[in-house]
C-alpha cells in the first residue's frame, strides 16, 4: 500500500477531474443537455501534446482555453463565455456584443470563485504569485472575440488556441507572441484588430 495520496493531482476524483496536465475546469455534458463544472484554480501550462491531442484538441476553444477549461463533448455551444454562470448573451453583430462577452466572463469567474483585476498595461504588478494574465481582442467588422492566455503563470509566454484547432505560441506572422497587443491577429477568417484589454485571474 501506498502512504501518499495517489489521487491529490485531482482532488481525489480521478473520474471527474482533468488530471493530465493540471487543467483547471472540466464541463460534464449530460446525455439531456445539462452539465456541471468540476476543479479548481489551477495555472496553465504550455502542454501541446496534451491540448492538441485528438482526445482533446476539439473539446476547448479560445475562451475555456484561456481559463484553462474544457468539455467532455465537441460541441461549440458549451464553450461560450457565460456558459458557466447561466449569463447567456447573443447578437454577435450590435456594438455592445464584446462588452457583452466581457461581462459573461467576469461572471464565469465570480460563479467559480476565481479573482479578477482588468489592467490596461503589463506593466502592472500582478496581484500574487498564483495569478496569470489573459487578453481579449475581437474583430471589428463581424464582432467574432478571441482570447489568449499566459502560460506557466505570469504575464509573458503566450498561447492561444482559434477555435478547435491545435493551441499555438504563434501568431499570424509565425512569430512567437511575447504580448497579444502587439502580435498579429489577421486571419483570413478574422481580423482580430479590436484591443479590449488584459485581465489578471488569481486566487
Request: charged residues 15%; aromatic residues 16%.
Amino acid at each position: 500500500m501506498f502512504s501518499c495520496d495517489m489521487y491529490a493531482y485531482c482532488e481525489n476524483d480521478p473520474v471527474n477531474r482533468i488530471d493530465t496536465a493540471g487543467e483547471s475546469y472540466k464541463i460534464t455534458v449530460n446525455s439531456n443537455g445539462s452539465f456541471s463544472v468540476s476543479g479548481s484554480f489551477t495555472l496553465p501550462t504550455w502542454n501541446p501534446s496534451f491540448w492538441n491531442s485528438s482526445t482533446y484538441v476539439g473539446k476547448a476553444n479560445c475562451y475555456l482555453y484561456a481559463i484553462n477549461a474544457m468539455t467532455t463533448i465537441v460541441d461549440k455551444s458549451y464553450m461560450q463565455p457565460g456558459i458557466i454562470s447561466g449569463k447567456h448573451f447573443s447578437n454577435r453583430t450590435e456594438s455592445t456584443y464584446i462588452a457583452k462577452v466581457a461581462y459573461a466572463f467576469l461572471a464565469d469567474m465570480k460563479a467559480l470563485g476565481v479573482k479578477v483585476s482588468s489592467i490596461s498595461t503589463l506593466a502592472t504588478s500582478m496581484p500574487s504569485s498564483n495569478s496569470y494574465a489573459i487578453a481579449l481582442v475581437a474583430d471589428a467588422n463581424d464582432g467574432d472575440y478571441h482570447w489568449y492566455r499566459a502560460d506557466g503563470g505570469g504575464k509573458s509566454n503566450w498561447s492561444h488556441k482559434r477555435g478547435l484547432y491545435p493551441a499555438t505560441q504563434l501568431d499570424r506572422s509565425g512569430k512567437t507572441i511575447s504580448d497579444p497587443q502587439k502580435a498579429n491577429r489577421c486571419y483570413p477568417e478574422c481580423n482580430y484588430s479590436k484591443w479590449w484589454g488584459y485581465f489578471y485571474l488569481y486566487k
